[in-house]
């Protein structure tokens, strides 16, 4: 339980990171070009489509490469 608790904060740390160093370089992960944002008087919707797909794809690159 406790190798597997620190290869998951080590995997968020790194994934953090990713993020971080993404914005910096002007890729906004939820603020894609395709992402829905529906805004009225009284509320917002949003939902971010291409994010989705996007994270999905490189999670399934992921798990297929552990895989192999």
């Excluded at 603020?31 to 919707?45: Q, S, T, V």
């Excluded at 797909?53 to 690159?61: D, M, P």
């Amino acid at each position: 339980m406790g190798r597997f608790l620190l290869s998951a904060g080590i995997a968020l740390v790194a994934i953090g990171l990713a993020v971080m160093l993404a914005e910096r370089l002007g890729i906004r992960l939820g603020r894609l070009p395709g992402d829905i944002r529906i805004e009225g008087r009284r509320g917002a919707f949003y939902f971010p489509v291409v994010t989705c797909l996007l994270l999905s794809a490189v999670l399934s690159a992921i798990t297929w490469l552990f895989r192999r």
